[in-house]
């Protein structure tokens, strides 16, 4: 899977036959396994506890700002959990896009079971939207008061 922010490939790109890419699924395969990997490290370890080892957030740590992906180890932790209502406390932005993250996923495994490889582009408008999102998302939830704080 290659992500790139540049615009859609033209007719011409189109219209070129693709070479198959032999074992093209291992890397979709590769990061499903480490995402399990992830979730089970996730399952026995509390995001929560300031005793567990949990990667800590640069955008945290040098601003003591949330960042828009602030709270997505928590989130997962409380999906595995079956906590729902507390995934949407922790990033419901991030939970809102994981069926869109899931898509890609299944789309980039298809290519490489059919020998060929997913190109997910992002066009230039939609990049200035997510951008524009996240950017809002991180503001919004760094306001005093606001309820859905991670961790809080």
């Given at each position: 899977?290659?992500?790139t922010?540049s ?11 693709v ?12 990061a ?6 992830g ?13 567990q ?27 595995i959990?079956g906590h ?7 990033n419901?932005?991030?939970?809102a ?9 299944v789309?980039w ?18 990049g200035?939207?997510?951008l ?13 008061g ?7």
């Open positions: 899977m290659v992500d922010w615009a859609p490939p033209t007719e011409t790109d189109r219209d070129q036959p070479a198959p890419v032999r074992h093209a699924w291992l890397a979709p395969a590769a499903a396994a480490v995402a399990l990997a979730c089970a490290y996730l399952a026995t370890h509390d995001p929560n506890d300031p005793n080892l949990m990667p800590e957030c640069p955008t945290k740590w040098l601003t003591g700002l949330d960042c828009p992906a602030c709270g997505g180890l928590r989130m997962v932790r409380a999906l959990t729902w209502s507390g995934a949407v406390h922790d419901a932005v991030l939970l896009l994981l069926p869109l993250m899931g898509y890609v996923w789309r495994l298809v290519a490489g079971v059919r020998g060929t490889t997913y190109r997910f582009v992002i066009g230039r408008r939609t200035f939207v997510i524009g999102v996240a950017l809002v998302w991180m503001v919004v939830r760094n306001l005093p606001f309820p859905l704080k991670p961790g809080g």
